[in-house]
T-cell receptor, first 114, second 113 residues
Framework: GAVVSQHPSRVICKSGTSVKIECRSL??????MFWYRQFPKQSLMLMAT?????????EQGVEKDKFLINHASLTLSTLTVTSAHPEDSSFYIC??????????FGEGSRLTVL | GDSVTQMEGPVTLSEEAFLTINCTYT??????LFWYVQYPGEGLQLLLK?????DKGSNKGFEATYRKETTSFHLEKGSVQVSDSAVYFC????????????FGTGTQLKVEL
């Protein structure tokens, strides 16, 4: 299976700043990665599908200018939360689709916006 | 739309107790069903899955049977261990929906000695 690593695992930032979260596929070349968001005591919600070398596909209701996704290589996708506000505080999780179609998840990144 | 409903946690059990975590779903098509587990500090891992009605998924002593008539996929284990303490997520994926998973809210399990 694929090993997926996220960085940072925790980040605290001031309101109005931008934060970048990295998702790396350590042992698998991933043409597709997925970004999820999880609010406390709620489901994981798919935010967008990150496609290597092309634009990300965003789910309905997700602001693409707010959540910038870049998938510049087969092993790295980044999620940038621009002009973050307290309501953006959440747990962000990425996943990679492996060769068999199974999804492998990163350990998640907890963002707190003050 | 598609949705998954799980029992709320936390569920606290003594070691060797029987575990059931309920999961029911609604789906527009014919879904595949999954249980994922998230141990503290780690990412979600696939625990087991079932792709059609009456299939039983099993792994590490956990089992779940795809019940189309009750739209359920309850997770069971006959004898839990402290090491099973984790958060368990039920999820579905509808055929033709790519790899888009719809998750339940997760159920935290705490197993005590």
């Amino acid at each position: 299976g694929a090993v997926v690593s996220q960085h940072p695992s925790r980040v605290i930032c001031k309101s109005g700043t931008s934060v970048k979260i990295e998702c790396r596929s350590l042992d698998f070349q991933a043409t597709t990665m997925f970004w999820y968001r999880q609010f406390p005591k709620q489901s994981l919600m798919l935010m967008a599908t990150s496609n290597e070398g092309s634009k990300a596909t965003y789910e309905q209701g997700v602001e693409k200018d707010k959540f910038l996704i870049n998938h510049a290589s087969l092993t790295l996708s980044t999620l940038t939360v621009t002009s973050a506000h307290p309501e953006d505080s959440s747990f962000y999780i990425c996943s990679v689709r492996g060769g068999t179609g199974e999804l492998f998840f990163g350990e998640g990144s907890r963002l707190t916006v003050l | 739309g598609d949705s998954v409903t799980q029992m709320e946690g936390p569920v606290t059990l003594s070691e060797e107790a029987f575990l059931t975590i309920n999961c029911t779903y609604t789906a527009t098509g014919y879904p595949s069903l999954f249980w994922y587990v998230q141990y503290p500090g780690e990412g979600l891992q696939l625990l087991l899955k079932a792709t059609k009605a009456d299939d039983k998924g099993s792994n590490k002593g956990f089992e779940a049977t795809y019940r189309k008539e009750t739209t359920s996929f309850h997770l069971e284990k006959g004898s839990v261990q402290v090491s099973d303490s984790a958060v368990y997520f039920c999820a579905l994926r509808v055929t033709g929906g790519g790899n888009k998973l719809t998750f339940g809210t997760g159920t935290q399990l705490k197993v005590e000695l």
